[in-house]
C-alpha cells in the first residue's frame, strides 16, 4: 500500500522558516508529480507548490512565491517545502500529494500541522 508521511510542522514565529518533509513508499517515486496543498478549516484545501517528476517545472501559488521552495530528492524518495519569512496567514495543515505522470492516479499523506504565532 502505497504511503506518504509528512513531517516538519510546528509552532514557529512570524518570521521564521520550516522545512517540510514527504516521505514516499511502496511507489515508483519518479514517476509522479509532487505537490505541496494547505487547508484551513472550513476553506477549500489550496495548491501551494509542484514540482515535476525530475525536478522541472515547478509552480507556486502567489501567495508563497519568493518565501517557499519546493524541491525533491528521488534517491530518498522526499520532496521537500522549504518555508521562510513565514507569516501567521501560513497557518494551516499541509498536505502532500503525488500525481502518476501517465496514470494520474493520485495518492496522499495525513498532513502535518503549522502554526505560525507569537
Known amino acids: 500500500q502505497v504511503q506518504l508521511v509528512e513531517s516538519g510542522g510546528g509552532l514557529v514565529q512570524p518570521g521564521g522558516s520550516l522545512r517540510l518533509s514527504c516521505a514516499g513508499s511502496r511507489l515508483s517515486f519518479s514517476a509522479y508529480d509532487m505537490s505541496w496543498y494547505r487547508q484551513i478549516p472550513g476553506k477549500e484545501r489550496e495548491l501551494v507548490a509542484t514540482?515535476?517528476?525530475?525536478?522541472?517545472?515547478?509552480n507556486y501559488a502567489d501567495s508563497v512565491k519568493d518565501r517557499f521552495t519546493i524541491s525533491r530528492d528521488n534517491a530518498k524518495n522526499t520532496v521537500y517545502l522549504q518555508m521562510n519569512s513565514l507569516k501567521p496567514e501560513d497557518t494551516a495543515v499541509y498536505y502532500c500529494?503525488?500525481?502518476?505522470?501517465?496514470?494520474?492516479?493520485?495518492?496522499w499523506g495525513q498532513g502535518t500541522q503549522v502554526t505560525v504565532s507569537s
Open positions: 514540482i515535476g517528476r525530475y525536478g522541472g517545472g515547478r
Open positions: 500529494k503525488a500525481a502518476h505522470v501517465f496514470s494520474r492516479v493520485v495518492y
